[in-house]
Structures are given as structure tokens and as C-alpha cells.
């Protein structure tokens, strides 16, 4: 075996050279305590300092961490999630990974600072080709946390991000960036523009986080989106004006629906309203003119009845009806009286007035 220039390297951790180097600094008092005495010194150096080594491997889980673990660079399976004090192999044997879990991260897409202004847009993130083929500027702020450390750590490999500070390896670096970004774009450009400025906003929100986990699942991240919030979305600068004007038309639009509506919520429960109460009295009309007629119905049986059982009672019953009929009918008629010794002749008016009418001398 060819070993480099300078001879065959030494190993690292030669146990019995720094036993060498121990007896050699105890020397002094390896003389006074003899042979066996030294022995027995170096055995509890030994030992104190396994002690400490094996101290150093105590840690503490507090709310909301879990610690991942490895032996001789093998992962264990299950995470530790049990707040408090826990012990775990120290390195070179073994080592933990303690991450905070349950905390609420976020992610910006088109955009740089709080609110998204304008000076903070990042043009190359935001713009993208709706379904109708109209460009417009989406900007989007992705909510998650770490559902499953395990994965989070040693499943994906990710260059990291330096503008948010995310270091190489943790997979809500380029990783999530851009499977945030295919997401968004794959939903806008299934979609109108229209959709994605007015009128089906939510929709377009939860397809994306829906979209976007199924990605980020088959990748095995370990991340789990809470929330997608679409921050600002409008037209490209070009054509800004235009796209407001028809904005503006569209708003003035539904706000005359919404007054038509109004009027038709007013208007129509109050005709029907009106409606029923025509219905109601053209039936107590109904209920009374019938209930009237089968009553006299009913006298003019009893009448009937009456007249035909004597016949000394019919000519008194005709003779009764005859002066009713006419107790109702002479009030309205005029009649004339005329007398041969009369120099006039009288009418008497249907509301009782007379008048006289004078006639010619006689013959």
C-alpha cells in the first residue's frame, strides 16, 4: 500500500499517546503514588471526561420544537416532540437537529417588503400570462410551517435562498419559491383575467395552495401551506389606465344590479302583498254575495212551503207579495191621477213630489 509523502498517516485519535501525554504531565505524582497508583489516576481522568462528553449530549425541547436524530449519521424515524430535558449520543457519535416547528413562516412571490409596493416588485416573480392571454402582475404571500422535520431536513437538497436568509439544505428555499411560482402560474393561465382581478379571487387563492401542496408533497418536503393571499393584482404599467377604466365600468355595473335588485326586493313583496289582499276581499265578497243568496234561497223555500200547504192562505200570501212587489216598485216610477172633474192633471213623482199639469177648457 502506497501511503502519501511523509510516511503513513496517524490516526487521529491514538488513545495511547494521550495516555503517553497524561502519565508524562503526572509523572511527579505518579512517583509518590507508584506504579499502581498512577494507573489508577489516569482511569479516573479517564472517566471524568467521559462523564462530561456524556454530559454534553443533554438538551432541552421547548413548545412548538421537535429534534431530529442521527447515530453514526443514521436518521431515527420518529422525532422527539416531548418538551423538557432529553439526552441524546454527543458527537462524534451522534447529533440532533432542534427546529421549531409549529412556527407560522412566510414567503413573498412578486415582491420584496411589507405591502408590496412598487418600489419592491420583482417583475421577473410577478408577471405572468392569464388564460386569455392578457399579461398581468400577480403578487402573492405564502403562509406555512414544518409538518414533518424529518422530511424537511434530509429529503431535499436546496441551494437556499440569501434574500430571505434561508440556508443551503432547508427545502423552503428555491424549492418552495419556485413551486409557489409554478403553481400560481399553472391556475392563472387556466383562468381569465377577469377572474384573477374581480371576480373569483378566493377561488384563485385556494386552487393555488391546493395546487402547490400536491408539489411540494410529491417532492417530500415535509411543509405544510396554511394560507395563500393574493396581495395586489392589477394590470401591467402599459396599460394600467385602461384596465382601471374598464374596472371602474364594471363596478358602476354591479352597482346598478344591486340598486335594480334592491328596487325588485321592494317592489315585488309588497305587489304580491297587495295581491293577496285583493284575493282575500274578492273572497269575503264571494263568501258574503253566496251565504245572501242561499238565504233568501232558503226564506223563499219557507214561503214556498207555507203558500202550499192551505189554499185559504194562498190568496192572503199572494195578495202579501203583491204589495211587497209593489212597495218596491212604485217608489220609482211616476204616476198620473186623473180625475173628470179635475182642471189639471196630477204626477206623482217616484220621490213623492206632485206636479200639476193644467188641461184645456172642456168641450
Known amino acids: ?15 495511547e499517546q494521550i495516555l503517553g501525554r ?20 489516569v482511569a479516573g481522568v479517564v472517566a471524568l471526561i467521559l462523564v462530561i462528553w ?21 436518521v431515527r424515524e420518529a422525532p422527539v416532540s416531548e418538551t423538557g430535558l432529553h439526552w441524546w449520543w454527543p458527537g462524534p457519535v451522534g447529533s440532533k437537529d432542534t427546529v421549531l416547528t409549529s412556527e407560522t413562516r412566510s414567503m413573498q412571490l412578486g415582491f420584496r417588503g411589507q405591502q ?7 417583475p421577473v416573480e410577478a408577471l405572468m400570462i392569464s388564460g386569455d392571454l392578457n399579461i398581468v402582475d400577480v403578487r402573492m404571500v405564502v403562509q406555512y410551517n414544518i409538518s414533518n422535520i424529518i422530511d424537511f431536513l434530509f429529503r431535499v437538497d436546496d441551494p437556499g435562498e440569501l434574500a430571505r436568509d434561508i440556508e443551503p439544505g432547508e427545502p423552503d428555499g428555491r424549492t418552495l419559491k419556485d413551486a409557489s411560482e409554478a403553481a400560481l402560474r399553472l391556475v392563472v ?3 381569465s383575467i377577469d377572474d384573477v382581478l374581480t371576480e373569483k379571487r378566493e377561488e384563485v387563492q385556494t386552487a393555488t395552495q391546493d395546487k402547490l401542496q400536491q408539489i411540494l408533497d410529491s417532492y ?26 374598464v374596472l371602474r365600468a364594471r363596478q358602476e355595473k354591479d352597482t346598478k344590479i344591486n340598486q335594480a335588485r334592491s328596487f325588485e326586493n ?40 207555507e203558500y202550499a200547504k192551505s189554499d185559504s192562505s194562498k190568496q192572503v200570501t199572494r195578495q202579501r207579495l203583491y204589495l211587497e212587489a209593489m212597495e218596491e216598485i ?20 217616484g220621490q213623492g213630489n206632485i206636479t200639476p199639469i193644467p188641461v184645456g177648457p172642456r168641450p
Not at 293577496?276 to 234561497?297: M, P, T
Open 266 to 305: 321592494d317592489i315585488i313583496p309588497r305587489a304580491q302583498g297587495d295581491a293577496q289582499r285583493i284575493i282575500r276581499e274578492a273572497e269575503a265578497f264571494k263568501a258574503a254575495r253566496v251565504a245572501r243568496a242561499e238565504g233568501e234561497a232558503e226564506r223563499f223555500s219557507t214561503v214556498l212551503n
Open 54 to 74: 456524556l454530559a454534553t449530549g443533554v438538551y432541552t425541547i421547548s413548545p412548538g420544537e421537535q429534534a431530529a436524530l442521527r447515530l453514526f449519521g443514521q
Open 220 to 245: 417530500g418536503t415535509g411543509i405544510n401551506i396554511l394560507n395563500i393571499q393574493l396581495q395586489d393584482v392589477k394590470a401591467p404599467e402599459e396599460v394600467r389606465d385602461a384596465f382601471d377604466d
Open 330 to 349: 212604485l217608489p220609482g216610477i211616476n204616476k198620473i191621477i186623473v180625475s173628470p172633474e179635475a182642471e189639471s192633471v196630477l204626477i206623482l213623482g
Open 116 to 122: 408590496g409596493v412598487a418600489d419592491a416588485a420583482v
Open 189 to 191: 393561465g387556466q383562468r
Open 1 to 15: 500500500m502506497a501511503f502519501p509523502q511523509g510516511g503513513p498517516r496517524q490516526p487521529e485519535f491514538d488513545l
Open 22 to 41: 497524561i502519565k508524562e504531565a503526572l509523572g511527579p505524582i505518579g512517583q509518590k503514588l507508584g506504579s499502581g497508583g498512577i494507573g489508577l489516576l
